[in-house]
Each structure stands twice: as C-alpha cells, then as structure tokens.
C-alpha cells in the first residue's frame, strides 16, 4: 500500500512523511513477530492519518482553484479563540463546506482535544469527503472517551452508527454489524439505526433480518431511504408485489 500511495501523493510534505513510513517498514525485516505486528499498527494508523490529512488538503487546494466563496472566508476569527473555531466549523458544516469546516474543527481541538462533540463534527465532515477511515478514527475517539467527557449534542449511539455505516461504505459488512447493534442496544428510538442494520443484513443475503430492521425503522418514522431497501430486499427474496410498491413509495418521497 505504501509503495500504491507513493505514486499518488506528489506534494512533497506528504511524500516526505511517506517516505518515513517506508523506511520503517523496511527495517523491520529481522524484528520479532510480536514487535513487528505491533509497529505495522502503529504504522497503519500513522499512514490513515496521512491519508486523512492529505485527503482534506486536496480539497482544499480543489476549493481554491474553483475559486468557491467558502474558499475566500477564512475561519479565522480577530482574537482566535478556540469557540470561533468550533462556530465556524460548524456554519461550514451547514452550508456543506466541509474541508473548512474540519480545518477549524482540528483547530479548536488544539486547545480541547477531548471535546467529543466537535471530535464526532469533524468525523461527519470527513465522511462527506470521502475520507472514510479518518471518520471511523474520530468516530473511534468519540468512543473512548465519552464516559469521562460525554457529548452534549449527539447521542454516543450515533457515533456507534455512523462508524458502522462508515464501514457499509467501504463494503465491510461484517465490520460494520457490531458497531450498529451497539447502536440499537443504546438507543432502539432511532430509526436510522435500524435502517443501517437493515441494509447491512441486505447486504450480507439475510434478506428476513433486512425486512424485519425496515419494518422497524417505518414504523418510527416513514421514509424513503427505508422503502426503497426495504423494497430491494424483497426483491431478492421474490416478494414481486411488495417490492413494487415499496420501491414506488420511495420514489414518491
């Protein structure tokens, strides 16, 4: 992977931290197993992180080059206190600026790193870029550390969710199951939740589960997203009238 990456990363900062990665890899032949799995951890989570961080600065250089007004308002407040960031952040967040919007996030977390809301804004952000892993590993913060700081704004169970469906993203089914029953453990009032576990079980060819998770989920709150995978699932357990009608419900919402 690291070898695939060089190829792709050109911005010299980046290709510098790359390469010293690499070099650790490499040296690393003659380690003892229980040494050597412990270092490719580390490094693994290193190279997400580089990832992560590279990820979002192409956005910002793609903003930058299209000229967008986000670009041009740069979240920075006249004293830089740490709440600007956090306000500014999530007004970007709003208005779907994400790559400013995880800029100030990072930046206020400088200062309160263990603000799990902000942490579980941040991870949001990145998942609209794309940036899959850094979500899961803010997502991963959020986590571990909401017993001692627990959020004010969200609910720990929605990070547990949209780890998991960070995971359905990246087609890791199996993966992603744990996080959305933990989920549906915390918190059975969410629809969402359901909704997450039933396209997972679709996914994974247990189409009854499926159906049973988006019957749930419509009967807490009717919508689309339900319908249609509700009607998906019935199409592959050759349920032909139910599906028709689920898939024209979800077309009319």
Same mark, same amino acid.
């Given at each position: 992977?690291?070898?695939?990456? +060089?190829?792709?990363?050109?911005?010299?900062?980046?290709?510098?931290?790359?390469?010293?990665? =690499? $070099?650790?890899?490499?040296?690393?032949?003659?380690?003892?197993?229980?040494?050597?799995?412990?270092?490719?951890?580390?490094?693994?989570? $290193?190279? &997400?992180?580089?990832?992560?961080? #590279?990820?979002?600065?192409?956005?910002?250089?793609?903003?930058?080059?299209?000229?967008?007004? $986000?670009?041009?308002?740069? *979240?920075?407040? *006249?004293?830089?206190? !740490?709440?600007?960031?956090?306000?500014?952040?999530?007004?970007?967040?709003?208005?779907?600026?994400?790559?400013?919007?995880?800029?100030?996030? $990072? @930046?206020?977390?400088? *200062?309160?790193?263990?603000?799990?809301?902000?942490?579980?804004? &941040?991870?949001?952000?990145?998942?609209?870029?794309?940036?899959? #892993?850094?979500?899961? !590993?803010? #997502?991963?913060?959020?986590?571990?550390?909401? !017993?001692?700081?627990?959020?004010? #704004?969200?609910?720990?169970?929605?990070? =547990?969710?949209?780890?998991?469906?960070?995971?359905?993203?990246? @087609?890791? =089914?199996?993966?992603?199951?744990?996080?959305?029953? +933990?989920?549906?453990?915390?918190?059975?009032?969410?629809?969402?939740?359901?909704?997450?576990?039933?396209?997972?079980?679709?996914?994974?060819?247990? =189409?009854?589960?499926?159906?049973?998770?988006?019957?749930?989920?419509?009967?807490?709150?009717?919508?689309?997203?339900?319908?249609?995978?509700?009607?998906?699932?019935?199409?592959?357990?050759?349920?032909?009238? +139910? &599906?028709?009608?689920?898939? !024209?419900?979800?077309?009319?919402?």
């Amino acid at each position: 992977m690291d070898l695939e990456l +060089k190829t792709e990363i050109t911005e010299r900062k980046f290709v510098n931290r790359l390469d010293g990665e =690499y $070099s650790v890899l490499t040296s690393m032949e003659d380690d003892d197993l229980a040494r050597t799995t412990k270092i490719l951890k580390q490094r693994e989570n $290193s190279i &997400r992180e580089l990832i992560s961080e #590279y990820n979002i600065w192409v956005n910002e250089q793609n903003a930058n080059n299209r000229n967008k007004t $986000s670009a041009n308002k740069e *979240t920075t407040s *006249t004293d830089n206190s !740490s709440t600007d960031f956090a306000l500014i952040g999530i007004q970007h967040m709003q208005n779907r600026e994400y790559a400013p919007a995880i800029r100030n996030f $990072s @930046k206020y977390l400088e *200062t309160d790193k263990n603000n799990t809301d902000i942490l579980f804004f &941040r991870a949001s952000s990145k998942s609209e870029l794309g940036d899959l #892993y850094g979500a899961i !590993s803010d #997502y991963d913060k959020v986590i571990e550390l909401n !017993s001692n700081y627990p959020m004010q #704004y969200n609910k720990v169970g929605m990070a =547990y969710n949209n780890k998991a469906y960070s995971y359905v993203k990246l @087609k890791e =089914y199996n993966k992603a199951l744990p996080f959305v029953e +933990k989920a549906i453990e915390l918190d059975k009032s969410e629809w969402y939740f359901w909704d997450t576990r039933g396209e997972i079980y679709l996914n994974l060819g247990d =189409y009854k589960k499926s159906i049973s998770d988006l019957d749930i989920a419509l009967s807490i709150e009717k919508n689309p997203d339900s319908y249609f995978l509700r009607g998906l699932a019935y199409i592959k357990s050759g349920q032909k009238v +139910k &599906r028709c009608k689920d898939l !024209s419900k979800a077309g009319e919402m």
